[in-house]
């Protein structure tokens, strides 16, 4: 069991490590190459607003629990310890866009951060978040500021052309179905996501008169592929099971197809947020009544005393 353990920590880890590699670069190229909108000050407001609130609650969580922070033990651990904080301050700089205001930046990493601390579920002997970080941070901001909107989905291509605009989503759909192959095993989340997209894109068509080109259109954008690989993913809060992994990730697509339905903007990121919660009250429940199970009664074996049991 220690082994097995060990290996999940070690894969888990070896793909936090890439993924925060891939979109540090990304980030990187698309302020320099591609043609974000953002200043540069944006993703430097999410990564310090992220690091901030990650290590304040890890602080305050190991001295309320009697031990040291995860944190310490040599630079190493630190940056490894903060993979998780430097993507989610990188993807929310990335996706949202409040024109030269960083309070809405740096408020979205620190709800995601935050979420993970205070929205959990007791399961067995320990606990687990269970709404994906990013994209929590991102739909609160949306909520509470409505003048914030999305990055531009052009901007991750505006400044290239011709096989340039090829390459850019080749390398995203490559690189991001080995690392859920490989290391997060959620393949069955993009399938049904995937099919389900299309499904809902063809209920549209058939029944509320969209056509079914308009429907598939979002499909063909980076920022599609980025939220298909990189975001609706997200190991820690998706089922395992394969059938279950397929069931959340048509779920979302069919949440994102009815706010269509209602008019209702930013459908991606609400989608997820709201399968997510669902998903999370249905595990709690079950959590609570695995509590109210009572235990079956030991069996005692009759004492014999001067041939009287008692």
């Known amino acids: 069991m220690a082994t097995i353990d060990r290996w999940q920590d ?3 880890l070896g793909g936090l490590r890439r993924f925060a590699v891939a979109i540090t670069v990304l980030n990187v190229l698309g302020h320099t190459v591609l043609g974000f ?9 999410g990564l310090a607003s992220a690091y901030f609130t990650e290590l304040l609650l890890e602080w305050l969580d190991a001295r309320a629990g009697g031990r040291a922070p995860r944190y310490r033990g040599g630079f190493r651990r630190l940056v490894d310890f903060l993979l998780s904080a430097h993507i989610t301050g990188l993807a929310t700089a990335m996706l949202l866009y409040a024109n030269e205001r960083l309070l809405p930046i740096a408020f979205a990493a ?5 979420s993970k601390s205070c929205l959990r579920i007791r399961m ?19 909520l509470l500021f409505p003048w914030v909107g999305i990055a ?5 291509t505006e400044n290239l052309y011709g096989i340039a605009d090829w390459v850019l989503p080749a390398i995203i759909v490559t690189t991001g179905s080995l690392l859920n192959a490989r290391f997060t095993n959620r393949l069955p989340v993009i ?3 995937l099919g389900g997209f299309f499904c809902q894109a063809a209920v549209r068509a058939m029944w509320f008169d969209t056509p079914i080109a308009a429907g598939l259109l979002p499909m063909t954008g980076v920022a599609f592929l980025l939220f298909t690989f990189y975001m609706v993913t997200d ?11 397929v069931t959340f990730g048509a779920s979302v697509a069919a949440v994102y197809g009815a706010l269509l339905l209602l008019h209702i903007v930013f459908g991606l990121f609400f989608a997820l947020s709201l399968v997510s919660l669902v ?31 008692r």
């Not at 998706?238 to 059938?243: C, D, L, S």
């Open 37 to 45: 909108e953002q200043s540069w000050a944006s993703p430097l407001a």
């Open 152 to 156: 531009p989905p052009y901007h991750f």
């Open 235 to 245: 190991p820690a809060t998706t089922p395992a099971a394969v059938r279950a992994q």
């Open 110 to 114: 620190a709800v995601a951060i935050a």
């Open 279 to 309: 998903r999370g009250t249905a595990l709690y429940a079950r959590s609570r009544a695995a509590v109210r199970v009572p235990r079956p009664a030991e069996a005692v074996t009759p004492v014999t005393i001067a041939g009287v049991e």
């Open 191 to 193: 399938a049904g996501w």
């Open 124 to 142: 067995g002997e320990s606990s687990r978040h269970f709404l994906n970080p990013s994209n929590f941070g991102i739909s609160i901001t949306l």
């Open 10 to 12: 070690a894969t888990r």
